[in-house]
């Protein structure tokens, strides 16, 4: 069962509101959204890794309009975005939000959901998203202080109430959104938000655009979904990363051309006897070359991609 924190969640979200209140407005400036489909909005993050020379926003969020209420589909990258978001929520509608879906438990992507906390806001996510995100807690709170000079105590970290083991509706008012969990992918907490209204599917970072897809679940696991996420009826596809795209086989085939190249060419390092190091300096080089911070995160990818298949039958 997924754990309930609403004390700390409602003092959190009012200590974030008293901080802005007391910082001006700037502080408040709500975040640029775009509505790419009726009542789908998105924000596009910056392409780049989560620093604060971007003030860690880079993650894609969304939020959808029902005729009853909202639904916000991650919070972003630190506590001062959520509150931009919500800011951005706002303009847009004065209904209320009535559920907040954290697709994975990265820091860019749900850092922010203490401004959405309140009686009436449920939160939701992978069924195995709590567990990952308490595991992981502490190293994002020290970088937030660290790097982003934001000191948030653990205990007004929000975690999800509602859990998806499987797949969920969730009714807005005249609109529902499907959340679908999956097997271990990109993470081993990856959440899907589909929108049968408009055929939006987010995505979030089971798909990459621009920005080199991250191995911190399971290469071949994420290989195996693929297919099935490309066989969804989306007119709209949102990345976690990078540009919205239209849907079809097309939006997942430069991700899936990479995962691909990184399993071969690990296989083939492996079966040649290479070292770590030397698959490091020579898999997926050719590859990695067409993506955005390759040289960021593609050799992590090979350290994974090698401890993954080293013992593969």
């Known amino acids: 069962m997924l754990h309930r924190y609403a004390g700390a969640v409602l003092l959190a979200a009012a200590a974030l509101h008293a901080a802005a209140a007391a910082q001006g407005g700037a502080a408040l400036e709500p975040l640029a959204a775009t509505e790419v489909a009726p009542g789908v909005h998105v924000h596009s993050g910056a392409v780049d890794d989560w620093v604060p020379g971007n003030g860690g926003d880079v993650a894609n969020l ?104 499987g797949t969920q509706e969730f009714d807005l008012g005249g609109r529902v959104l499907v959340a679908q969990s999956w097997p271990t ?24 655009v621009q920005h080199i897809p991250v191995v911190d679940g399971k290469l071949k696991g994420w290989l195996r979904t693929l297919p099935e996420l490309a066989r969804i009826d989306a007119a709209l596809v949102v990345p976690g990363h990078g540009p919205t795209r239209s849907g079809g086989p097309d939006a997942w085939k430069p991700q899936q051309e990479y995962l691909e190249a990184l399993q071969r060419e690990t296989r083939a390092a492996l079966k040649s006897g290479k070292t770590l190091p030397q698959a490091v300096d020579s898999v997926g080089i050719e590859a990695a070359a067409r993506w955005q911070l390759a040289e960021r995160f593609h050799r992590r990818n090979v350290t994974a991609a090698f401890a993954e298949l080293e013992w593969e039958d």
């Not at 081993?188 to 979030?204: E, G, I, P, W």
């Open 62 to 165: 969304g939020f959808v309009v029902g005729s009853r209420c909202v639904a916000v589909i991650d919070t972003g990258g630190t506590p001062q975005l959520g509150l931009r978001w919500r800011a951005a929520v706002e303009r847009a509608t004065r209904l209320p939000v009535c559920f907040v879906f954290d697709t994975h438990a990265h820091p860019d992507h749900v850092l922010g959901n203490a401004a959405f906390a309140g009686p009436d806001t449920r939160f939701v996510a992978s069924a195995k998203f709590n567990a990952a995100m308490a595991a992981r807690a502490p190293y994002f709170l020290r970088a937030l202080e660290r790097d982003f000079g934001v000191r948030v105590a653990a205990d007004a970290l929000v975690y999800p109430t509602v859990a998806v083991d």
């Open 185 to 208: 992918a990109h993470t081993d907490n990856d959440l899907t938000v589909y929108d049968r209204s408009t055929r939006t599917l987010f995505a979030s970072d089971l798909l990459f």
